[in-house]
């Protein structure tokens, strides 16, 4: 436990003192649902029928950003490798970094959720909905991430595999969330997906950091 | 028990034991598909509702069933490679993964063909098309992984990795599409106590299936040899092997 916290208060300190790029994914996020009413026309009942799905979409996009930078520095300057070194938990270690990227770089975008619903004119049951699934969502796509940002820490190509590995492993949660959102809107309850998206990151605590230390050690090599 | 494996993490073993089975695989395989497909889209009976369209079965069902078995196959070696750090498995990995992907292509293609007179439209976002096109976008993520490490070994570890997640990913994918939409008709030979096909249709789709199995074996074969000699390019047995294959074809 000691080296969670040493790990996650080393990140947290390092993410302040190099603040000129956190905020960039969010403000991506923001621009892409911005560029969407101007592409498809701004009558507000289109843009509420598709706003969630787009909220969504670029929420995933920008974390696929986001996600890059990981351990891109650390392992650039090889304290990935004296982290590896370490006595303590690997896993542990792997957990506090994604713990501090998630709220360093997707929290912003839960606060910013607000204005993005406002955009697309969202009522207030969805943007309820949509808070909800963020907040049980946006976790699981950093640990789901981390075992892909992992394993091409070490290749100078890393930007569009990323995406090409990720998506569509993003898929199902795209799926549950969406659908909440619009059960939400049609009145129904929507705990059941919530509760699938809560149960597949219970699932991702459980074995994520497992995969994500051993990714670190491939790229070790 | 478990003995016989073991010279096979060898890749040696592993080149000469694909090259023994290769013609195994490739002559039943080749008269497999040539019975089965005359007899499926030449002879056997029409379907009484769907015409002679039906007869895509005959290429789209073994393709779509391969295009998943060879999936888990790939899962499967993957699991086998991390825990016993064997790295003929990673190698097998490589190999199969483009024969996956033209399965997949495959059956995503014909079903196309097929859906253009039955359905009215090439393409519908029905929950099986999208699970398989989903399907098609992890092969090609394992292929794109593996091609972009220069060092194969920390590849094949990467695709193993990456193809274990993809597979405990698969079920909820093919579940979460399937509740999200679904058009496409239910089984139809999975129901074995009764199946819903007549045995006429049935027989030659049973030697596609088989005969496209094959094909895909004697095609992982000759691609996992090819992976093997491309790696041990330096060793002394591969060169060994190469001179004298080129010697002999002079």
């Given at each position: ?16 003192r ?21 592409g ?58 994604v ?33 909800c ?26 930007g ?62 | ?34 019975v ?50 064997i ?41 099986r098309l999208t ?38 990913n ?32 049935l ?48």
């Amino acid at each position: 436990m000691t080296v969670f916290w040493s790990v996650f208060r080393r990140d947290w300190l390092l993410a302040f003192r190099q603040n000129a790029e956190f905020l960039q994914p969010v403000l991506f996020c923001l621009l892409v649902v911005t560029m969407f009413p101007l592409g498809i026309g701004p009558s507000p009942a289109t843009l509420q029928k598709v706003g969630p799905g787009i909220i969504w979409v670029a929420a995933l996009l920008s974390s696929l950003l986001a996600l890059e930078k990981l351990f891109k520095q650390d392992f650039l300057d090889g304290s990935l490798e004296q982290l590896v070194l370490t006595p303590g938990s690997l896993p542990m270690l792997a957990l506090a970094k994604v713990l501090v990227h998630w709220l360093v770089s997707t929290l912003p975008l839960l606060i910013l959720s607000p204005v993005l619903a406002l955009f697309l004119n969202l009522t207030w049951d969805m943007y309820w909905a949509l808070l909800c699934t963020l907040v049980l969502g946006t976790p699981l796509m950093s640990l789901i991430g981390a075992i892909a940002v992992a394993l091409t820490a070490g290749l100078n190509k890393g930007g569009t595999l990323l995406g090409l590995l990720l998506l569509p492993v993003y898929i199902p949660l795209l799926i549950f969330a969406t659908s909440a959102v619009e059960s939400a809107s049609l009145g129904i309850p929507f705990t059941g997906q919530l509760a699938i998206i809560g149960a597949m990151l219970l699932f991702a605590i459980a074995l994520t950091p497992y995969a994500v230390a051993y990714a670190i050690k491939v790229s070790q090599n | 028990m478990w003995k016989w494996l073991h010279p096979y993490a060898k890749t040696e073993e592993t080149y000469a034991l694909c090259g023994r089975l290769y013609p195994w695989f490739l002559w039943p395989a080749i008269a497999l598909l040539a019975v089965g497909t005359v007899w499926g889209l030449a002879f056997a009976p029409a379907d009484y509702q769907q015409g002679d369209s039906f007869r895509i079965i005959y290429i789209h069902v073994p393709g779509a069933m391969l295009s998943m078995g060879l999936y888990a196959g790939m899962a499967i070696l993957g699991f086998i490679g991390l825990v016993w750090q064997i790295r003929t498995c990673y190698m097998g990995i490589a190999a199969i993964a483009p024969v996956g992907a033209m399965m997949t292509f495959i059956a995503l293609f014909t079903g196309a063909v097929w859906g253009k007179p039955m359905w009215g439209t090439w393409w519908v976002w029905d929950a099986r098309l999208t699970s398989e096109l989903i399907l098609l976008f992890l092969y090609l993520g394992v292929i794109a992984l593996y091609g972009a490490f220069d060092d194969k070994i920390q590849a094949g570890k990467a695709v193993a990795v990456m193809s274990l997640v993809g597979v405990i990913n698969l079920p909820i994918i093919h579940y979460s599409v399937y509740w999200w939409n679904t058009l496409h008709q239910g089984a139809t030979i999975s129901k074995f106590d009764n199946p819903s096909i007549s045995s006429d249709m049935l027989w030659p789709l049973l030697l596609n299936i088989l005969g496209f199995g094959l094909v895909a074996g004697a095609l992982a074969c000759r691609r996992l040899q090819n992976e093997i000699l491309t790696r041990e390019m330096r060793r002394p047995w591969a060169q060994t092997l190469l001179l004298s294959n080129e010697t002999g074809a002079k």
